[in-house]
């Protein structure tokens, strides 16, 4: 009776998880399928590869400058993401090295701004970039998202585990205190910088509200953006559709196969 | 001596500011500035750029407002069924991968976990896509005899509603599994021995040792997923509205605060204080609802 429970319970533990790994990873493959098909196809729901692989790229280049709008996602998320991990690994190693009554009191407030929803901050900066003329422009996207409480708290915790052997041996040497960030901190902490590089490359290009509101000509637009006004035309093409959520998705899963590890250590290890 | 130290708490001093400076302008400039600016905003009145102050007259307007009732509504019903659904069914799948003599683990935990590196606007455009009328999902549940009419996932409120809850949940469970996997792994596994030779059942363990050993984890996942579902705003306006009209589902069903500021802010004439007002809804009910988690799963010392 026992062995029978036993065996019972470990079927159904491998059917739920066996329903729930399909589940997660078919949406991906309809995406496949589906860029292999025309729009009629996908909205009537074929399952199966079908012929309309050339005609749906050729009618999703023809609808967009499909190289620029890839450019572009690109070329923002790389320069949030470079600026973003510079001033927050300053900020971390600054807070947790040189601690002071006052920066921590400034450390708190800036905890405090992840409680800040982003929709209470859209209109007041829409002014803001519209008096400092860069509406329509890649830096009115970038800036705002460099400043980032989740990556500062994430480099001071890392930081914690920094050993200060180093850094003291390093002032007995005569090195500044920038330099012992530069050439000892930054290369000891090679893992912390790839964790977060994913964790905020990610953010970063998958963005859509912000880059919604200021990007407006089509030569700025996004891939995020782009997929989004394909899919809500009046009458879809469903076909270009698929092609382009192919070309949103991949880089975001190519840099998860290709750095896995760090990318569960980096989303896990802030919480430690 | 004394100015020695004095010179050296100097030095330690300017360094760290040095060090702090480019992030407190950033946030200062980016988070704090704009966050009273929309504060100020909320007691002013007007259309465009013609405002006046207007005293609580936007904070009246709310309630007389019933769009932005619908709005509160529905992202409150977002929140409460959402939020526990998911989190229940990470911790429930985190529990099973748990176990090191599972076949397939990283393969499991791997896929499970995909959909949170998908694109957030490509897998709402792939759910529009399998949960149109006559489309993959419908022909399905059709064809496995799980419904005897198509369901109108696009066209009835109340559908409408479980449709954007199912995606946000399959984008966001694997996410929230993985730390409370990385949790589950941290507990020292002796102390389930104990209570294994004490007769206590697997359930009685996982309720009576697992989740209070959770509680850090699980409010955190709480907060995060909280603060998530109240800015709820890609995945409606990706399933559910067109470019050319601003209804967020059929009868507004899934118009959530976010999208109702963006519509009032850049769809209708522009009423920058007003749509403030509606923002600061979000945050006093974000603000509210971490301290009552914040309270509700402290440690008790």
Known sequence: ?272 | MASANRSLNRYFDINGWFFVAPAALLIGVFMVYPILYSLWMSFQTGKGMMTQFGGLANIRRLFDDPMFMLALYNTMIFFIVQVPVMLTLALFLASLLDNPNLKFRGLIRTAIFLPCVSSLVGYAVLFKSMFVQDGLINSTLLALHITSQPIPWMTDPFWARVLIIIAITWRWTGYNMIFFLAALQNIDKSIYEASRIDGVPSWGRFFYLTVPMLKPVILFTTVTSTIGTLQLFDEVRNIMTSDAGSAAGPSNSALTLSVYIYNLTFKFVPSFGYAATVSYVIVLAVALLAVIQFYALREKD
């Open chain 1, 1 to 272: 009776m026992d062995r029978l429970t036993r065996t019972l319970s470990s079927v159904f533990t491998y059917a739920f998880l066996g329903i729930m790994a399909f589940l997660s990873i078919f949406p991906f493959i309809w995406m496949i399928l589906g860029a292999t098909n025309n729009s009629n196809d996908i909205i009537t729901g074929k399952i199966g590869i079908g012929s309309a692989l050339i005609d749906n790229i050729r009618a999703f280049a023809a609808a967009v400058d499909v190289p620029l709008v890839f450019w572009n996602s690109i070329k923002i998320a790389l320069i949030s993401t470079a600026l973003t991990l510079i001033v927050a690994s300053l900020a971390g190693y600054g807070f947790e090295v040189f601690r002071s009554k006052y920066r921590e009191r400034v450390y708190n407030g800036i905890l405090l701004t992840l409680m800040v929803p982003f929709a209470a901050l859209m209109i007041p900066l829409f002014i803001m970039m519209g008096k400092l003329g860069l509406i329509d422009t890649h830096w009115a996207v970038i800036l705002p998202t460099i400043g980032s409480a989740f990556v500062i708290f994430y480099f001071r915790q890392s930081t914690k585990a920094f050993p200060s052997e180093l850094r003291d041996a390093a002032r007995v040497d005569g090195l500044k205190e920038w330099q012992i960030f530069l050439l000892i901190y930054v290369p000891v902490m090679r893992s912390t910088y790839a964790a977060a590089f994913i964790i905020v490359f990610m953010a970063s290009w998958n963005n859509y509200l912000w880059p919604l509101i200021v990007l407006q000509s089509n030569e700025m637009k996004t891939i995020t953006l782009v997929v989004s006004s394909l899919a809500s035309a009046y009458y879809p093409d469903f076909g270009a559709v698929m092609v382009s959520a192919i070309l949103a998705t991949l880089p975001t899963l190519l840099v998860f196969f290709v750095m896995q590890r760090q990318f569960v250590q980096g989303m896990t290890g802030s919480i430690k």
